[in-house]
């Protein structure tokens, strides 16, 4: 980092700390809104859900969607189904469409460790990297997980 920039973070950093500390002697009777930006939920019609400042509201159900990523062997596929409630994961299922033994392999870990990483999560805030060793997977799921948040809104 140069050393301007560094400067910059520390000065950003102190002032966060300062605002916070500050924050924190504000009478706790009183009751203030969520930040902006913050994940609070708001209400919203029966069926949907939305998050306080992304404007993004989904559909209960459950959405299913193939995404491509490329491995060693070529482009591989992987289907992912979710289901939603209230904008949370509250259960997927992965499909494997392995094209050889070590794609089987690897599809298999991921979807054998991915319920651990996303269920009972905010599906704005999924972003899967790695999972139980398979990283290149989560590509694909991503890319399926993108379509189902269009899909579902």
């Known amino acids: 980092m140069r050393p301007s920039v560094r400067k910059s973070v520390y000065a950003g950093i102190a002032g966060l ?7 924190g002697c504000a009478p706790s009777a009183e009751t203030s809104p969520a930040p902006a ?3 609070a939920e708001t209400s919203s019609p029966a069926g949907t859900s939305a998050l306080a400042g992304s404007g993004t509201e989904y559909k209960d159900g459950t959405y299913s969607a193939d995404g491509n990523y ?13 289901s939603l409630q209230s904008g949370t994961v509250t259960d997927v299922q992965i499909t494997q469409h ?6 089987r392999k690897f599809q298999g870990e991921f979807a ?3 319920a651990a990483q996303v269920v009972g999560k905010n599906i704005d805030e999924l972003n899967v990297s790695k999972v139980a060793g398979s990283s290149l997977t989560s590509g694909g ?5 993108e379509q189902i948040k269009s899909e579902a809104q």
Do not use: D, R
Not at 17 to 23: I, Q
Not at 70 to 82: H, K, Y
């Open 17 to 23: 700390s300062l605002a916070g500390t500050v924050a």
């Open 37 to 39: 930006g913050s994940a």
């Open 70 to 82: 490329v491995s060693p062997n070529g482009t591989e596929t992987v289907g992912v189904q979710l």
């Open 98 to 103: 392995p094209s050889n033994p070590n794609t």
């Open 112 to 114: 054998g460790g991915i």
């Open 141 to 145: 799921f991503n890319q399926a997980l």
